[in-house]
Every structure is written in C-alpha cells, then in structure tokens.
C-alpha cells in the first residue's frame, strides 16, 4: 500500500449548525490524482479547504507526510493550491505571480528566473511571462495558475474546479493537458469537481462524496461498474433503478411475474427486497421474447446523433433508461412495445 | 436639441458663479463690480504678500496634511473591518462612521468648540485637525470600502497559499489592489479639509485659523478684489489636484468600476 501523503482522520466542519464535513476518514497516496467528486454541498470544497489550512476542522485532525498540521495556518503548510477564479494577482506580471512563492520563500533572484522559466515553459507560456494575467485568455490564465501553484514544489497540489470556468472546447483541451502536466511532474494531486466525466476521465481514484461523507472510495472503472450505493450509481453515469424481490439466489422476480437471472458478487436470500442498477448502455434491444427479456413500452426518445435515447417503462411501471447505438436494429416510435435483454452480469446490487 | 440646450443651461448655471469670481480677480479698481474695468494683477501681489494669508495658508497645508495622514490608515482599517470584520451592528458601525456627512456644520462646530474649550485646546491646532480627521474619515471610509468590496478574498488565500504571512498578504495583495480606492480617499480628504470652513470657524482664532476662515475674515473688514484673487488661486490649486489625480492615478476608474 502507498503512503499516505494527506490523511484526514475523522474530519468534520460545522457552518452554524450545517455540517459542511462529517467524521471525514481520506487519504491520499504518494503521487496518484485524487478526485473528490460531488454535487454542490456535498462538502468536498470544504474538505479541500480544510487540506489547505483555510479552514479549520471543528473536530478530526489533518496529517501531511504523517505530520500533524491541523491549526498550522495556510502559508506554513506549503500545499499549491488552484482556484476555480484562477486567482491570478491582476497588479503583478505572469512572471510575478508565477514568482510570488519563491519570493516569499526568499530564494534567490537568479534562481527564481531560472525557476520561474521552467514552469511558465512546462505550461508553455514561456513568451508571457511580461503580460499581465488579464491580457491571456482564460486557458491560459488557468495554466499560469498551475504554473504558480508548482513552481515551488509543493508536496501537493490542490486543484478547485479548476476547469469549471472554461468553454466546453477548451475544458476537453485542458483536461487532457493538466493530466499530462501532473504526469510528468508526478505531484500528488487533489481534485474537486462536480464533473463526472472529468473524474472519471483524469483520476487514479474517486471519493464520491455527498452530505458530507465519501459515499464510495475506489479506482474510476470500480465506481463506475460496481457502485456501491444508490446515490452512486444516480451520480455517476445514467443508470437505472430496478426493485425486485429475489425468489432464489440468482433470480428476481420483476413486473409481475417476469423474473430475470443476476450474476452478482453476492448470493441473494429468497424472499429480499433488493435494488439493482443497471447502465443503460447495457440494456439491448431484443428481437423477441427470451431469457432475461422483459417488454417495455417507449415513452420518449432523444435522438443524440452516436446513439438514441429510450424512456420506457415496464409491465409493472417501472421506468427504464436505454441508450440505443444508431442506426437502431428496427425504427422506434413512441407508444411501440419492444423487448428489452438485461444481460445478467450487468446487473449492480445497491446497498 | 432641447435635451443640449438644457444641459449648456446646467453647466452655464453651475460655472457662472465662478467664472464671474475669476473675472473680478483682475479688475484694477478697488470695487467688486462686474465686468471688470480692465486687467490688472495687483490684487494678486496684494493677497500673495498679505502676511494673515500667508500664515493662513501655512495653517491650511499643516491642518489638511495632518488630518489626511491620520485619517487615511485608520479609514482604511475601518473599511476592512465593516467590509471583512465580524461585527455585530456592521450597519450601526457603518451609518457611524458616515454620520458625519449628515451632520450640520454649525452642530458639529458648536460641539467641537464645547469639547476644546472643556479640554483646554482652544488655543491649539490640534483641536482644528482633530475635527478635520473626523469630517474627512467618511469620504476616505467610502472610497476604500468600495476597493475591499470589490477585492476577491480568493486572491488573499492564493497569496496565503503560496506561504506569504499575513502581514505579507496585506503589503503584497491587499494593498496594491486597494490602491484606488486608497488615492479616491485621499483626494476626497485632501479637497474637503481644504475647503473646510464652517466647524473650523468655531474652534480656530487668529493663528490658527486655515485659509477659508482668513478669507471668510478678510471680506468682512474689506470688499476689494482680493478675496476673488485667492479664489481664483483656490480654484486652480483644486483643479490642480483633481486633474493630476485623475491623469496620473486614473481617478476615472474608481468610479467606472464594478
């Protein structure tokens, strides 16, 4: 097991009387990328906070390198840090911001040149350095910021959404850019967004948090194809809710008296109430009845170019997502019947 | 076409007075009459080696320049703490600190000259800068507070961040960003307490009193040109200031922003 660079231990943080934070057990590995991902509120900007010394834990504490730093102020705890607004100061040159902590740390002049150009070259800004920040683009802005946040060798790096205020376009650009920076300096990194698919796109591993708690730890695939709970699966990816009742170990009984076989991790008891998720890119369309087939009436139908969007709902009303690889096997309309194949290993059995 | 006719009638209304000022400045005859008989500076030579305005202009630049300098840091920190402080009453505090502006001057002199003469100060300027710092304070309040509103405290994180102290953040960050706001508060101060005169006609005398008082005095012992020679003066050095303000630190901008 790698080290932990960062660990909090039972971390939370009130705002009168709203728990931002709860009992909070992370950590973070010698140089892995470590997203915390979540919808707003869930508390995962706060939990960066409180690994930057901004704000201070109402209980826990906080380990950098197995050091105890909780109530060491911000600027002794030496973490880089990226900020959603960029946080460029608007006086200074890019040079100068990029320089800001070198100067503080009072390394010498030649140095700090020498430095400083290293990094503004590793974001390929190496001509900028004269401009002040608000003559860049915001891309560019952004990557001056990793510039200042790296250039004084932090032992971590704290990135706060900060691809949230790009374009579309760009944010694709800088995703796959800012994984390649963080490649090749091989800083441990700790990522907050609310994106799934920068998540999933650029982390070794994922905490999904929401109310204040990781809902699930684990590698982008393992959340993705095993979540653990329902708030998971809703989160991440499209999926669809079944509720059944197991009548044996692997079967489950579903609109009405449909029953549909489960290859999942665990033996289900007879006569449990369980709910499974399934990706709606799994689901297929089924030329006729079958084994794990059920009918379903299509309610709604998104045409999304690369594939078709299916709303439909089963015997027993229960709603079902489908995603439809175009050009589909047959033409689908609105109020049709079709088969529905829910192939037994795809099955996830929610907590 | 009517809206132009009614602004040049403004702006004629509003500089007609002082456009008549500057023009009897250089009447030669001993009269204040308008238009002006002819062009002469001796009302000029008169004021500039009249020795009460001298002593005046002396009291003035002392007065403005003390004032200015307490007022400026304390307003600033005042600005931070309602802007950034955890004050009970914030809006109590802040209707405080502008209170002055609402206040008549006559109360404020009256109450000035009760409090020096209870003190015993009456005879001292520091009496005359004390009551400027207070009747500045809110213009330097005002304009700084609008400069913290509009700094992002993300900025002073980031400094944190990058492991500059908290004194460093202030010198470094906050400072250089609060700087319009900081020059808006100074030019503010610096034209108000120049151009003070009802408080400071209660609590100044003869050797203390400023330039407004000397010339308040003066018109009413004698009616020549004089007092319109030092207007003009008066007008020049503001607009002076003003213009360079607004040349060289982009006073334009302080109020643009947002």
């Known amino acids: 097991m790698a080290k932990a660079v960062v660990e909090l231990r039972g971390c939370t943080?009130?705002?009168?009387?709203?728990?931002?934070?709860?009992?909070?057990?992370?950590?973070?590995?010698?140089?892995?990328?470590?997203?915390?991902?979540?919808?707003?509120?869930?508390?995962?900007?706060?939990?960066l906070n409180l690994i930057a010394g901004f704000v201070e834990p109402t209980a826990g504490c906080i380990l950098v390198d197995g050091e105890d730093v909780t109530g060491r102020p911000a600027h002794l705890r030496g973490l880089g840090v990226v900020f959603q607004s960029y946080a460029l100061f608007p006086h200074l040159s890019v040079f100068e911001n990029v320089a800001f902590g070198l100067r503080e740390r009072r390394v010498p002049g030649g140095e700090v040149a020498r430095r400083v150009g290293d990094a503004l070259e590793l974001v390929r800004l190496d001509r900028r350095g004269g401009q002040r920040p608000s003559e860049l683009s915001g891309g560019m802005q952004q990557r001056v910021a990793l510039a200042r946040a790296l250039v004084y060798r932090p032992r971590v790096v704290l990135l706060d959404e900060p691809l949230a205020a790009l374009d579309k376009k760009l944010r694709e650009e800088m995703r796959s850019e800012l994984r390649e920076i963080q490649r090749s300096v091989g800083i441990t990194t700790v990522f907050v967004t609310h994106d799934q698919t920068e998540a999933l796109g650029l982390s070794d591993r994922i905490a999904v948090m929401s109310r204040g708690r990781i809902e699930q730890l684990g590698a982008p695939r393992e959340i993705y194809d095993h979540p653990a709970t329902r708030f998971v699966a809703d989160f991440i990816g499209a999926s669809t809710v079944l509720r059944g009742r197991a009548v044996a170990v692997d079967q489950l009984a579903v609109a009405g008296d449909a029953s549909l076989r489960v290859a999942s991790c665990r033996a289900l008891r007879v006569g449990e109430e369980v709910e499974l998720a399934i990706r709606p890119e799994r689901v297929r369309l089924a030329p006729g009845p079958g084994d794990n087939v059920l009918d379903a009436r299509i309610e709604g139908l998104v045409y999304q170019g690369a594939q078709t969007e299916v709303t439909a709902r089963l015997g027993d009303g229960q709603r079902v997502l489908v995603f439809v690889t175009e050009p589909a096997p047959v033409p689908l309309a609105p109020g049709q019947t079709v088969h529905l194949h829910f192939p037994a290993a795809a099955f996830m059995l929610l907590a | 076409m009517t809206l132009r006719l009614v602004v040049a009638a403004l702006v004629a209304f509003m500089t007609l007075p002082t456009v008549v000022v500057i023009a009897v400045s250089f009447n030669p005859t001993a009269i204040l009459s308008f238009p002006p008989a002819g062009f002469s500076l001796r009302w000029y030579a008169n004021v500039l080696g009249y020795p009460q305005f001298q002593r005046a202009a002396l009291n003035s630049l002392v007065v403005t320049a003390a004032a200015v300098a307490v007022a400026l840091p304390?307003?600033?920190?005042?600005?931070?703490?309602?802007?950034?402080?955890?004050?009970?009453?914030?809006?109590?505090?802040?209707?405080?600190?502008?209170?002055?502006?609402?206040?008549?001057?006559?109360?404020?002199?009256?109450?000035?000259?009760?409090?020096?003469?209870?003190?015993?100060?009456?005879?001292?300027?520091?009496?005359?800068?004390?009551?400027?710092?207070?009747?500045?304070?809110?213009?330097?309040?005002?304009?700084?507070?609008?400069?913290?509103?509009?700094?992002?405290?993300?900025?002073?994180?980031?400094?944190?961040?990058?492991g500059a102290t908290p004194w460093r953040v202030f010198r470094r960050v906050t400072l250089p960003l609060l700087r319009p706001g900081l020059f808006a508060g100074l030019l503010f101060a610096i034209v108000v307490s120049v151009n003070e005169f009802v408080v400071s006609l209660f609590i100044s005398n003869r050797v203390t009193e400023i330039l407004p008082v000397a010339m308040f005095t003066y018109v009413v012992n004698y009616t020549d040109p004089s007092i319109a020679a030092l207007s003009t003066l008066f007008i020049g050095a503001t607009f002076l200031v003003v213009w360079l303000a607004d040349r060289y630190l982009g006073l334009g901008r302080v109020f643009l922003q947002h």
């Open chain 2, 74 to 162: 304390i307003g600033t920190l005042a600005a931070l703490a309602l802007e950034r402080g955890r004050l009970r009453g914030r809006n109590l505090w802040a209707a405080l600190l502008l209170s002055p502006l609402v206040v008549p001057g006559v109360a404020a002199g009256l109450g000035f000259l009760i409090l020096a003469a209870a003190l015993g100060l009456l005879r001292s300027r520091s009496v005359l800068i004390a009551a400027h710092v207070a009747l500045v304070l809110p213009f330097v309040v005002r304009s700084v507070w609008v400069s913290v509103r509009n700094l992002d405290p993300a900025l002073e994180r980031a400094a944190a961040s990058l």
């Open chain 1, 13 to 47: 943080r009130d705002y009168g009387g709203v728990r931002a934070v709860d009992a909070l057990d992370l950590g973070v590995h010698e140089g892995e990328f470590l997203s915390l991902l979540g919808p707003s509120g869930c508390g995962k900007t706060t939990t």
